[in-house]
């Protein structure tokens, strides 16, 4: 991102006064690079000052279309919901049901060649992606229906009300804290608005992995400065320090010539630099 101002310099040669234009170029990082920078210095180096692609993996495939199936569900939730004429769990379902499916087929159908390339079997991710909203679906219909009883309301009357209602891939950003990013999913209340990041990954045994947690911070610092309504997530002075302090340290790495040092984790035959990772080819 580019800032442009003027600067009135005195620097007046009889009655002309010279006006000047100054643009700084201010860094804004990715809040996801955050993650990367705490799990791997070396990575975010290779990547981000050497500007090494990154080599597409299978899990990153993978990954990518329960994104897409996510973003696609929820874009259009709302929009199926108006179809619902009557207060009946089961058409409810069904409408989203069919909205799953429909989204499920479309994100399949975008990576195709990466599918056929890493032999991902595709019956198994609709089945995967399908058990994976079972439960939302389930609830969401008796919410609706619920809903529909009490207000007596359909179509988009009854959208207008409905509450949580939910907003996939939210661009948030900060020019003072020198952050921008994408939240995976916004849970909007009538009141509050809460940031859900989906992970794919396996979880640890207790807790949450470092690199999750300060990425979720940061997507909460930034929606409390985007949005008009209050952010539900726990935010201690000491939390905004911590991010603010590593945003400092990534700067210096970004302006450095030093490459940190390799990272020994069993992780490491699963990253999608690693090839690149060996000091003699870099």
């Known amino acids: 991102m580019v800032l442009d101002f003027v600067l009135p310099l005195d620097t007046r040669q009889g009655d002309l006064i010279f ?29 981000n000052v050497l500007k090494i692609k990154p080599k597409i993996t299978k899990e ?10 996510q973003e696609l569900f929820f874009k259009n939730e709302l929009e199926v919901l108006k179809r619902v004429k009557e207060p009946d769990v089961k ?15 479309k994100a399949l159908g975008e990576s195709k060649k990466e599918i056929k390339f890493f032999d991902i079997d595709k019956e198994l991710m609709k089945k ?19 809903l ?47 940031p859900v990041e989906l992970k794919t990954g396996n979880p640890p045994k207790q807790g949450i992995w470092t690199s999750d947690r300060i990425q979720l911070t940061a997507y909460a610092l930034l929606a409390r400065e985007s949005f008009n309504k209050e952010v539900k997530l726990f935010l201690n002075p000491f939390m905004e320090y911590e991010i603010r302090t590593l945003v400092g340290k990534i700067k210096e790495l970004l302006g450095s010539k030093k490459i940190p040092p390799v990272l020994d ?15 003699r080819k870099l």
Do not use: W
């Not at 058409?91 to 799953?100: A, R």
């Not at 952050?179 to 209340?189: A, P, S, Y």
């Open 265 to 279: 984790s069993r992780k490491c035959r699963f990253c999608s630099l690693r090839e690149y990772c060996d000091s």
């Open 128 to 146: 995967q992606l399908t058990a994976m909203y079972s439960s939302f679906v389930f609830n969401r219909s008796a919410e609706v229906v619920e």
């Open 60 to 69: 990153m495939v993978k990954g990518r279309i329960k994104h897409r199936v």
């Open 148 to 194: 529909m009883k009490k207000k007596r309301l359909f179509g988009d009357a009854l959208v207008s009300v409905m509450f949580p209602r939910f907003i996939a891939e939210v661009k948030v950003s900060s020019n003072d804290l020198f952050l921008k990013g994408r939240i995976d999913l916004v849970e909007e209340k009538e009141d509050e608005m809460v």
């Open 91 to 105: 058409e409810v379902k069904e409408v989203l049901l069919k909205n799953l499916k429909d989204v499920v087929e």
């Open 19 to 47: 006006i000047f234009l100054f643009s700084i170029k201010v860094v804004m990082i990715k809040v996801t690079d955050l993650a990367t920078f705490i799990y791997c210095k070396r990575k975010f180096y290779l990547k």
